[in-house]
């Protein structure tokens, strides 16, 4: 299942302004934990029960104006291709222009659907100006305020009726991506586990094409590889390829289970690894990091702690990852890397019995209970485990309300290291028994 809305137009209009207020919502709920960096072009929200990922964009194209409108229209054809639907925003203060009339020949094309946003209608006397819209002949417009967020439910009821249904599994094989920044060795660690060289480069504009799924099934394992790296496109204008291989990234992850993040052991890790982890956390995938080009690393005998430590501080608190050293150049730890991402396929689908739950963790509760508010006892009294893809608890108490963030994190670390769930980002939930 992938839902991905792509908000495309020239700049200006207001797409990162809509961007901030389709995925703030979350933002208010997922990230209010310190220390993270928000991405600006894509992130994730959710309506009515709906969760989608967003792309802004506008934040992918800078530098002259003469590589500016070909780099435009690039990268709505991308968008086109590889997104659900696609919001065209245009202002309603300014009317059409030029470059919105190219944009929209573009989308005319578009097998995609396509809404035409009508941006910085802030009051009812703007209202009546959108209509100059309807000459991109692409339907229906929508008239929006992205600042005070006027018109953006009613846009979003529509957007979403246009979402992919959870397609019924065809075969329940683990699904491992392999995520990483151009050049960490994506390409060259698939090669080393299928053994043969694939056609990396695919020139061929405009074709739709699924990510590749591989069947894995050597040595006594088998799963579905989702291969994204084989898949790269021809194009002149360099922030584009960044913007196709964050689509890709982003469609791969949604369909994974797993997800193998390579790092550059040279470079380090990166705010744009740090984006792709976060990403598979918020989609509550699996995750294994790999520290890849190790060879070219001069270790001595903390280094590898070393490294792990830093790796661990930049993704808190979703610490309990593993990591490995590999060298897809030498096949070192290529294996290892493959076992981990199954073992944590298993423990995301881990299913703990309650009795065995209640019996290990209340009583660590009872050693540490939560803090009483307002003079008021917070009593526990059972948990069980939520039947879903990945772990989520319900502890069931007197005040659910009254439970704080850091309790919360208690509560997960005794679970991780009660139960392993190495890998596997873990939901608590709090209930009124
Ligand atoms: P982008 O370049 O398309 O991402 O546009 P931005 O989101 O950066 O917005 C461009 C300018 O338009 C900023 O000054 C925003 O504050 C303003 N803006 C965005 N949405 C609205 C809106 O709904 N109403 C009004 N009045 N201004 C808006
Ligand atoms: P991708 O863009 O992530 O698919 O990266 P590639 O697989 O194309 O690798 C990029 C470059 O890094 C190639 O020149 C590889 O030979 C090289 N490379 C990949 N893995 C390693 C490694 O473990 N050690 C070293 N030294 N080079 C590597």
């Given at each position: 299942?992938?839902?991905?809305?792509?908000?495309?137009?020239?700049?200006?209009?207001?797409?990162?302004?809509?961007?901030?207020?389709?995925?703030?919502?979350?933002?208010?709920?997922?990230?209010?934990?310190?220390?993270?960096?928000?991405?600006?072009?894509?992130?994730?929200?959710?309506?009515?029960?709906?969760?989608?990922?967003?792309?802004?964009?506008?934040?992918?194209?800078?530098?002259?104006?003469?590589?500016?409108?070909?780099?435009?229209?690039?990268?709505?054809?991308?968008?086109?291709?590889?997104?659900?639907?696609?919001?065209?925003?245009?202002?309603?203060?300014?009317?059409?222009?030029?470059?919105?009339?190219?944009?929209?020949?573009?989308?005319?094309?578009?097998?995609?659907?396509?809404?035409?946003?009508?941006?910085?209608?802030?009051?009812?006397?703007?209202?009546?100006?959108?209509?100059?819209?309807?000459?991109?002949?692409?339907?229906?417009?929508?008239?929006?305020?992205?600042?005070?967020?006027?018109?953006?439910?009613?846009?979003?009821?529509?957007?979403?009726?246009?979402?992919?249904?959870?397609?019924?599994?065809?075969?329940?094989?683990?699904?491992?991506?392999?995520?990483?920044?151009?050049?960490?060795?994506?390409?060259?660690?698939?090669?080393?586990?299928?053994?043969?060289?694939?056609?990396?480069?695919?020139?061929?504009?405009?074709?739709?094409?699924?990510?590749?799924?591989?069947?894995?099934?050597?040595?006594?394992?088998?799963?579905?590889?989702?291969?994204?790296?084989?898949?790269?496109?021809?194009?002149?204008?360099?922030?584009?390829?960044?913007?196709?291989?964050?689509?890709?990234?982003?469609?791969?992850?949604?369909?994974?289970?797993?997800?193998?993040?390579?790092?550059?052991?040279?470079?380090?890790?990166?705010?744009?690894?740090?984006?792709?982890?976060?990403?598979?956390?918020?989609?509550?995938?699996?995750?294994?990091?790999?520290?890849?080009?190790?060879?070219?690393?001069?270790?001595?005998?903390?280094?590898?702690?070393?490294?792990?430590?830093?790796?661990?501080?930049?993704?808190?608190?979703?610490?309990?990852?593993?990591?490995?050293?590999?060298?897809?150049?030498?096949?070192?730890?290529?294996?290892?890397?493959?076992?981990?991402?199954?073992?944590?396929?298993?423990?995301?689908?881990?299913?703990?019995?309650?009795?065995?739950?209640?019996?290990?963790?209340?009583?660590?509760i009872?050693?540490?209970p939560p803090?009483?508010?307002?003079?008021?006892?917070i009593k526990i009294k059972y948990i069980?485990?939520?039947?879903?893809?990945?772990?989520?608890?319900a502890f069931f108490c007197n005040l659910p309300q009254y439970i704080?963030?850091?309790?919360?994190?208690?509560?997960?670390?005794?679970?991780?290291?009660?139960?392993?769930?190495?890998?596997?980002?873990?939901?608590?939930?709090f209930r009124q028994k």
């Amino acid at each position: 299942m992938s839902n991905i809305i792509a908000i495309v137009g020239r700049p200006n209009v207001g797409k990162s302004t809509l961007f901030n207020r389709l995925t703030e919502s979350r933002k208010a709920i997922v990230d209010d934990f310190s220390g993270v960096t928000r991405d600006r072009h894509y992130g994730v929200g959710e309506w009515t029960d709906k969760q989608f990922t967003v792309i802004d964009t506008g934040g992918y194209v800078s530098g002259s104006d003469d590589v500016f409108e070909a780099a435009i229209r690039e990268q709505v054809l991308i968008a086109i291709e590889e997104a659900s639907v696609v919001l065209f925003m245009v202002d309603v203060t300014v009317g059409v222009t030029d470059l919105d009339d190219e944009i929209a020949k573009v989308l005319r094309r578009s097998k995609k659907p396509v809404f035409v946003v009508s941006n910085k209608v802030d009051n009812t006397a703007l209202h009546n100006e959108t209509g100059v819209f309807y000459s991109f002949g692409l339907g229906e417009v929508h008239a929006v305020s992205s600042m005070t967020g006027s018109g953006t439910g009613d846009l979003l009821d529509e957007v979403i009726k246009h979402f992919e249904d959870e397609p019924e599994e065809e075969n329940t094989l683990p699904k491992i991506t392999i995520a990483g920044r151009p050049n960490v060795g994506k390409s060259s660690l698939i090669n080393a586990l299928i053994g043969k060289e694939r056609n990396i480069v695919t020139d061929v504009a405009g074709t739709t094409r699924d990510s590749i799924k591989i069947h894995y099934n050597q040595f006594g394992h088998e799963f579905t590889l989702i291969d994204t790296a084989g898949l790269r496109k021809k194009t002149k204008v360099k922030e584009n390829i960044e913007f196709y291989s964050v689509m890709r990234t982003i469609k791969a992850l949604e369909e994974a289970d797993v997800v193998v993040l390579m790092i550059d052991a040279v470079e380090g890790i990166e705010s744009q690894d740090i984006n792709i982890f976060h990403l598979a956390e918020k989609n509550k995938k699996g995750v294994v990091i790999l520290v890849n080009k190790w060879d070219l690393i001069e270790k001595n005998t903390k280094t590898m702690k070393v490294f792990e430590d830093e790796i661990r501080e930049r993704i808190k608190p979703f610490t309990d990852v593993p990591i490995i050293f590999t060298s897809v150049l030498n096949k070192q730890r290529i294996f290892k890397a493959i076992e981990e991402a199954l073992e944590v396929y298993k423990n995301r689908g881990k299913k703990i019995p309650t009795s065995k739950l209640n019996d290990v963790m209340l009583p660590l509760i009872e050693a540490y209970p939560p803090p009483a508010l307002k003079g008021k006892h917070i009593k526990i009294k059972y948990i069980t485990q939520i039947n879903g893809t990945s772990p989520m608890f319900a502890f069931f108490c007197n005040l659910p309300q009254y439970i704080k963030d850091p309790y919360k994190r208690f509560l997960e670390n005794k679970l991780r290291d009660n139960f392993n769930f190495s890998g596997a980002p873990i939901q608590i939930f709090f209930r009124q028994k």
